[in-house]
Each structure stands twice: as structure tokens, then as C-alpha cells.
């Protein structure tokens, strides 16, 4: 486990809405982190596609950082 250090706000920001959807801070961040690296190895998918393709590696596995990569240069 690593410490990352991010701003007031950004971590304000994470506290809001770690509780709006009962994650602790840390699962909401690492929630997000997901996301945009998702975001950014497919930026052709829209947000209901990252959340299906989360789901998918889920029921795979768990997310594979090497796999999705390959997925992403090879599309």
C-alpha cells in the first residue's frame, strides 16, 4: 500500500462522495483511479462501457492492468 498526497479539495471531494455512495475515502479514490485509467487506455468508451468492462474483469479475475493494456494497443 502507498500514501499518495493530493489537495484539500480533491480530497473534500472525495470525502463527499465516499459517503453519498457508502465507499471509504480510499475505495472512492481507487474507484476513480479506475476509472480515469480506463478513461485513458480506451477514449473511445463512454462511462457505462468502463463500468461494464470493470464488471467483466471482475467476474474474470479482477483487473488486469497487463491484459487491459494489451486490449487497448491491439483496438
Not at 55 to 64: C, F, S, T, W, Y
Request: aromatic letters at 2%.
Amino acid at each position: 500500500m502507498g500514501i499518495v498526497k493530493i489537495s484539500e479539495d480533491m480530497h473534500e471531494n472525495l470525502r463527499v462522495s465516499s459517503n453519498a455512495l457508502s465507499r471509504s475515502i480510499n475505495a472512492q479514490a481507487e474507484h476513480w483511479m479506475r476509472i480515469g485509467m480506463l478513461a485513458e487506455l480506451h477514449p473511445n468508451l463512454d462511462h457505462s462501457a468502463i463500468c461494464r468492462l470493470l464488471i467483466r474483469a471482475e467476474q474474470n479475475g479482477g483487473l488486469d492492468l497487463h491484459q487491459l493494456t494489451q486490449e487497448a494497443v491491439s483496438a
